[in-house]
């Protein structure tokens, strides 16, 4: 049995000329959780050439979404934002990955903080039932440079909330939190520079974060990843793994090439 799967791609959406994402068919046979990534890519010069990519479409939906960057001289991206529909892309048939809800301990509210395609993980767990049944808030955020880098807000604040299954459980649970950081909008900067002000905080009405009521995940560029556990550590939050859940998750495998 080959490694991977060849899938064939249904849509493609260029959101900017850095940003795309796609939909592809899903091998009944590919089973992955909320939060999870899988090694996708092209077959090129007859070798496979292969990324870490999270699923950005949930584990109960028929099809599987990808958001990626455009990296021109990128190994796999260069080519992988020319796919059409009808192209084959190739998944491999394990997905992985820290971003699960079993990582984490028990808490009040579940805090997602993405920058760029560090989205993609939590397009998945915003729409996993189990999410809201453990939490009593989840709150997304997404730092992008400019505004039309906000992938997917129209359909976080928009039609998630009308979805006829989980449409209750969004419109109660889910808060949504975007900024940018290079242009006018009305919120301003790194999502480390509001946590620091307290600028989100107030802005929420939630209290500033504690290892007793919050738990969060972490998916974004090294810089910021780096940059909130050490503020997350300083709170004496613990990281969280499958042999012992913590306060705390981060996803690693941040697709740059």
């Known amino acids: 049995m080959s490694a991977f799967l060849n899938e064939t791609v249904l849509e493609v959406r260029h959101w900017t000329d850095r940003l795309f994402s796609f939909r592809c068919t899903r091998d009944p046979g590919f089973r992955f959780q909320a939060g999870q990534f899988a090694m996708i890519g092209l077959m090129v010069d007859g070798k496979p050439l292969m990324r870490a990519y999270s699923v950005a479409s949930p584990p109960w939906e028929e099809t599987l979404e990808f ?25 491999n048939r394990k997905p992985v990955g820290t971003l699960l809800l079993d990582n984490l301990l028990a808490g009040k509210r579940l805090w997602f903080l993405s ?126 793994s499958a042999h012992e859940p913590g306060h705390f998750v981060v996803e690693k495998a941040f697709v740059e090439k």
């Open 67 to 91: 958001l990626s960057i455009k990296v021109q001289d990128g190994p796999l991206t260069s080519r992988l934002q020319n796919i059409q529909p009808g192209d084959t892309v190739l998944i």
């Open 115 to 240: 920058t760029g395609t560090g989205l993609a993980p939590f397009m998945s767990l915003i729409r996993e039932p189990e999410a809201y049944d453990r939490f009593e808030k989840v709150i997304v955020t997404h730092t992008v440079r400019e505004v039309e880098e906000l992938a997917y807000r129209e359909y976080i604040t928009k039609e998630l909330p009308q979805n006829e299954f989980l449409g209750e459980m969004v419109r109660e649970k889910l808060v949504y939190y975007p900024s940018v950081t290079r242009e006018e909008f009305p919120n301003r900067g790194r999502i480390t520079e509001l946590m620091d002000s307290g600028r989100i905080y107030a802005d929420l009405n939630f209290p500033p974060l504690s290892p007793e009521h919050d738990r969060v995940m972490l998916c974004g560029s090294p810089e910021m990843l780096a940059d909130t556990r050490a503020r997350l550590e300083a709170l004496g939050m613990k990281e969280g």
